[in-house]
């Protein structure tokens, strides 16, 4: 059973940092793309950042480019996302997300995780 668990959300003031975490089992970890994706209420859902199985090439969305990082750690089967210098309007739950490369980049990743809230308050 593949499984993805995030962890490392909570409630940061405007300006602070947060280093996300998802963990997974159950699939050849780096064999495969990871992204994270975010939901905030009464948006759609925004692909916020991935990286690569192959070359470890990484992808971040616009809004968060220059402030959050994301690496992976093939010998944890992990992959984290380093959040500076937060913004209110990165309020969102926030899922990580694994298949091939494609399916990140489309938004379309067959594994999911459940989610871990990041609140930032100004």
């Known amino acids: 059973e593949v499984q993805l668990v995030e962890s490392g959300g909570g409630l940061v003031q405007a300006g602070g940092s947060l280093t996300l975490s998802c963990a997974v089992s159950?699939?050849?970890?780096?064999?495969?793309?990871i992204g994270w994706f975010r939901r905030a209420p009464g948006k759609e859902r925004e692909r916020v950042s991935c990286i690569s199985s192959s070359d470890d090439s990484t992808y971040y969305a616009d809004s968060v480019k220059g402030r959050f990082t994301i690496s992976r750690d093939n010998t944890k089967n992990t992959v984290y996302l380093q959040m500076n210098s937060l913004k209110p309007e990165d309020t969102a739950a926030y899922y990580c997300?694994?298949?091939?490369?494609?399916?990140?980049?489309?938004?379309?990743?067959?594994?999911w995780g459940q989610g871990t809230q990041v609140t930032v308050s100004s």
């Open positions: 159950g699939l050849p970890f780096k064999n495969f793309a």
């Open positions: 997300a694994t298949d091939v490369l494609q399916a990140v980049l489309a938004g379309t990743p067959k594994y």
